[in-house]
Each structure stands twice: as C-alpha cells, then as structure tokens.
C-alpha cells in the first residue's frame, strides 16, 4: 500500500510530505512514514536540513480522531515527535490551514516554524475531553511561557500564527500563497539555515522561564475552569499536565501527560465529546440517495427577506447579513421596523464592544439590512424566512401573500417553532420549496438550525438550506414535521415533568439548581423566566393535541395569569430585583402551587430529591426521543443529540440524551422509567417501544 507520507531531495534539503486526504490527520500510516522518512533523511549524509510540509487545504490537523477506543496501533505519536526533538539535523515546518492538536505537536517538536497568514494554531484536545497527548503540554509552555499555554490549551480555541510570532511559536510569517510557493519558501529559509549554519533547537531543552506566571497561577486557574467548566476533567487535567512542565524534567512530564492523555481518552467524557464531534459533521449530511448528486445541486442564496423584525426576524437577519448576504426585512409599519433596525444596531454594538467585530464590519452588516413595509420590495429575493406570530392564521395569510408576489423558484421557510409546516404551505401554490428553518432565540448567537422538511418539500430546496446554514455559520439538523418538531416536542417532556414536581411539592430553585449541577447549562425554570412564560403558553394553546391532564403545565399556566411572564414583568417563577435584575426566591409562587395542588388533589411532598427531579427530566427526555426516532421525525439518534447540544444547553460531556442513555444503560434507563409508571401512572410514562427493542438485540441508540 502506498504510504501517505514520501521523502523527496531539493539539493541538501529533505521533504517529508504528508498527503492524507481531508485534514492529514495522524493516521498510523501517517506516524509511521513520518519516522520511517526522518531516519531517511536523517541518515543521507548529503542531506543537511529537513522540512515537513502537507498536501491540500491544510497541515495537520490532529491526530486521527476515529483510531480512539479502537485498540492503539504503533508507533505512538510522542515517538514521532521524540525523533523530530532529537533529530540532528534541523527539522522545519512548513504551516499552512488548520495546525492542530496532534499536528500543533508536531510543529512544536520542529526546531522551526513558519507559517502563510491567517494559519490556524491549536490544542483543542480539551474539546474533546481530552489533554493533548503527545506533549502539548510540556512543549508549548517550553515556547511561549505557562500564561499561553494555559489559555490555549484549556481554551481549546486555536490562534492566528499572526498572533504567535511574539511569543516564539512563529519564526517567520509567510504571504498567502498556494502550498507550492509555501513550500518554495521554506526550502530556501532551510538553505539559508544551513549557510548560516544554525543548527538544531531541541524544543525538550529549553526552559520554562519561572519568572514567566506568578506563583499562585494553577491555583487560580483552577478555580476559574472548575466553574467555566463545570462537571469537566479534562480541563483540571490539562493544568496539571502543564504544571507538571514547570516542575519536573521533560521526560518525566511527557511520561505523566501521556498516562492522562490515556485516562481521559478511556474516560466515558471524552467518548461523549468524540461522539458530538462526528454526530455534528453527520448531522449536516443527508441521509438521501440524492444528497450527493451533482445534478441536483444547492442553489445560490444571494438574497433574503425576513417578515418580522421582532427579536427573533432581527437575529435571522444579523446572521443573513454576517455572512454577506443582503437582507430585506420587512413589517406591517414603518414604527416596527425603525425599532427593528434600531435594535439590532444595538445588538452589533454589543459584539463591537466585546471586541466580536470591527466598526468596518458592523457598518458593511448594517448596509446589508434594507427595511421595507411593501411586499412587492421581495419580488427578487432567493429565499424568504418568516418570523411572524406564532399562530396558523396569520402564518398562512403571509406565505399566501408571498406565493403572489415572490418570482417561481424563491424558497419559503417558516421560522414557527411548533406549527405545521404542512398546513402553512397549503397556503401557497408551490409547497415543494416550502419547509422550516427553525433558529433558537438568541437566533445571532445560537449555533442550532433545525430544518423542517414538509411532506412536499423537494429534495433541492432541502439541500439548499442545509448548506445555507453551513454558509451562516449554523449546526443545521434536517428534521420532519411533528408537533414542536425535535428539540421543542422534547423539551414539552422535561418541562412537563419540572412543572409536575412544582405542584408536587418541589421549589423552581430546588429543580433549577438540581438540573444545573447536574450539567445542564441553566435550570428550566430560569430558562423559562428569561424567555418569557407567555411564549409557550401561547403555543400550548395552537396545540391540537395537549393531554387531557388538568396538571399539565398548569404551573406556568398559573404564572401567565397572574401577570407573570418572567423577567420582561420584573416576575415569573422567580422574581427580579429592579436594579439589578438578580433572581430572587419568592415564597408567593410556593403558596399558587400549594393551592393548586390542593384543588388538584396532588399530594405534595417533602421528600423530593435532587435526584428524582433529575431523573424524571432527563429520563422524560430520552423515552420521547426515543419515541421521536421511531416516528421517522429525527433521522438519526446523533442528530438529536446534536439538537440537544447545541440548542438546548445539554452538557458536552455527556454527549447528548440519546449518548447519555446508552451511557446509563438502556435496561436501567427503562427500569427506571418503568418505576415512575407504577408511582405516576402510564399517561406520561411508558417506555418507549424503540428502547424495548434494542434492549431485546443487545442493541444501543447510537
Ligand atoms: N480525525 C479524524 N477525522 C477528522 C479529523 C481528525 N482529527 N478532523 C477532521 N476529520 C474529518 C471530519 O470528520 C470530516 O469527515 P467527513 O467528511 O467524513 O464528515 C472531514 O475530516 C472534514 O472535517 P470538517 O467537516 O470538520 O472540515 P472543516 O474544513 O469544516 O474543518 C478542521 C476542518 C478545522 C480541521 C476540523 O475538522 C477540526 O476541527 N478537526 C478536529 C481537530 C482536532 O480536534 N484535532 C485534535 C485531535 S486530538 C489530538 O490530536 C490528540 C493529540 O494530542 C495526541
């Protein structure tokens, strides 16, 4: 078998070339030619230099994410990069696209790095629940000092090699140019090496500078990560590993790193946060016969319209325009569009202020968003999205007025969040390009995009909007029509069962805080308190299909009629100090519940723990997704994971629901749900059938 990496003369300089199609991951192949070529190299006398350099779009870019929990294949990576270290003759990397994890080691081993501006530089191991394990760790502060390394590496986020020339991660930038100009480039800078004679650096000997951090550094960043970074290893361990660098000798650090890097990768964390990486790039695919054909290909996208210039068709615009794409936004009345546009000034400046984007580029975002109050202005747009009122009527009055007036092959999504996406596009004549886009409130800022596939959506128009997302920077999940589609009709589930417990006896702080330590990003009640009470209630009452339970949701039910909507009326499950808009415990709401109960005739309890009010959500979550994956509306149980991930503050590092239950166990998932059904009743709690059948096969969700 061809080996991916070959050796090649240019007068006295080696050329190591790794070509490993797409991102030239560390595959064993990889290590292998790269250690086979360096003795090469290493050995031909006529040979002075060596310099590493990759094929395609980028260097490497870690090492081969699909080899972990497989068993391990040698030579292991740290051996690579101890005879990169230990060469004698001086190795220099040749930088181009995406410099990580693995492949940011083996820089780091080099004894030179250059890179063409606009390089990407990174650890983002801790992204995956890991620490870099190929000496990451011990190397960079060894370059750049113990600060940088911690904020790259628990960071995860890479940096521009723009931004590492100061430091001594960088020795020379290069202009963007093709890959063959870079490596031209470097060959010469390697010639030059040798006429001037400048020899090896052996990154394992230089010092880590103790002058370099104050003394109390771990410390600090320890309890920083603990918090930003609730519930995580690999973060804590990622400190360690570099402290070990300022205290021990090299290979004594690389030794402890390494049994880390092994701990963590065999840890059930990192398993979760592999399986959101591959669940997220899959999710993106099309699991239909045409998704890959040519002939069908996504149609260009230049320009939009949003109705709406609410916070939501305000948000969809910003993204729209983020990426370059004009925008018409439009309202019923030139008052509502001046406080669209205003507002969403005023969300750019926010961005400009947190140092997200420049003036430039708040101005050319600005100049993108045209506003108008006439339907006739959208004559020429690609695609249409809707961020209207949440109700069929006027849903469907809108998308009929646009099948008037839009040209033939413009594309109409609804941004509803429940409705029937069906019944909306009865409304118009072309229901094959019509589907939903449905984006999460805060839509700039969140990264989930759920597309709502219709019965008549074509396979075009689907395939456009899936690629749209990627181009607006969304995590975009195809999903079918139902009720609330995946991540709402779910999260009915686990807000029923937070509403239930509420008239059971349990306080919105104890099931707040009990689902916060138990990972998710905030309780639900907070959640609900900030997006505002009345929103969902609006939607129950659009439901067809709400049970026949007087207790359902009636605790939200209860805050809507009593005026409180959340913290947009300064109360909702909580309540909110004026001033400083701090959420407060309010003894008024246990008494409503209390009544309610009473009338009810729910007995309320004090014995609730946390851990029953985790279960019972979390649980509730998963018997409906299973639900959901056998009804055909997910398409893959990965993809409601990555919903969950990415729209609904559900920890990384556990993966997802469907993750998470397989993680548990299917069998005490449904042995757990089956004891609820004894205490509860079956209404809400029979195992889903899906859950039964794998269990029967031996088999898992994912
Ligand atoms: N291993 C295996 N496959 C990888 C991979 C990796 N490190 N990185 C990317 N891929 C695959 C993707 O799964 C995808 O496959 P698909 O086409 O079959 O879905 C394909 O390569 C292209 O990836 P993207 O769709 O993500 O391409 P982009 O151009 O959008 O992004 C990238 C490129 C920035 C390199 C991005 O893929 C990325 O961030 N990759 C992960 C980088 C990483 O985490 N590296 C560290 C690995 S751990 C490590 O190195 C441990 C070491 O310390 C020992």
Known sequence: ??????????????????????????????????ISCLLSAEQDDAIKAIVIHCHGRTFIAGADISEFGKPPLTPHLPEVLAKIDACAKPVVAALHGNVLGGGFEVALSCHYRLAVKGTKLGLPEVTLGLIPGAGGTQLLPRIAGV?????????????????????????????KSSTDDLLTQVISYAQELIKQNKGVRPTSQLDVGKTSYALDTFVKWRTKLSKKARGQQAPQCCIDSIENATLLPFKEGM?????MFVTCRDSSQSRAMRHAFFAERKAAKLPTPSADNPDLPALNIDAVAIIGAGTMGGGIAMCFAKAGISVKLLEMSEENLARGIKAIRERYNQ????GLMTETQLENCMALIQGTCDYQDLTDVDLVVEAAF????????IFSKLDEVCKADVI?????????????????????????????????????LEVVRADATDEQTIKTVMALGKKIGKITVAVNVCYG????????????????????????????????????????LAVNDMSGIDIAYKARQENPNLPDDPAYFQAANLMVEAGRLGQKTGAGFYQYDKETGRRIAD????????????????????????????????????????NILSEGIATRASDIDVIWLNGYGFPRHLGGPMCYADEVGLDKVVATIKEYQQQLGDQYWQPAPLLLELISQNKKLI
Request: include cysteine; hydrophobic fraction near 45%.
């Open 390 to 397: 949440e109700t069929m009527a006027v849903k469907q009055q």
């Open 485 to 524: 589609f995946v991540g709402n009709r779910m999260y009915a589930c686990y807000g029923r069962e937070a509403n239930l417990l509420l008239l059971e006896g349990a306080s919105p702080e104890q099931i707040d805080n009990a689902m916060h330590k138990w990972g998710m990003a905030m309780g639900p």
């Open 351 to 354: 961005a400009l202020k947190r």
């Open 587 to 626: 003894e008024k709401v246990l008494a409503i519940f209390h009544e309610q109960a009473n009338s009810l005739n729910i007995r309320q309890r004090d014995d609730i723990t946390d851990e029953e009010i985790q279960n019972r959500l979390i649980f509730a979550l998963i018997n409906e997704g299973a």
């Open 412 to 448: 109409l999504a609804s941004n509803t969040s429940y409705l029937d996406i069906n019944e909306i596009a009865k409304a118009t004549n072309r229901a094959n390009k019509v589907l939903g886009m449905h984006f999460f409130s805060p839509a700039n800022i969140m990264k989930l």
């Open 255 to 259: 030794l402890k790193e390494r049994a």
């Open 1 to 34: 078998m061809n080996s991916p990496v070959s050796l090649a003369k240019q007068g006295d300089v080696a050329v190591i070339s790794v070509d490993n199609p797409p991102v030239n991951a560390l595959s064993q192949a990889v290590r292998a030619g790269l």
């Open 147 to 175: 600060e940088r390394a911690l904020t790259m590496i628990t960071s995860g986020k890479p940096a521009l090699a723009e931004s590492l020339v100061d430091c001594g991660v960088i020795d020379q930038l290069l202009e």
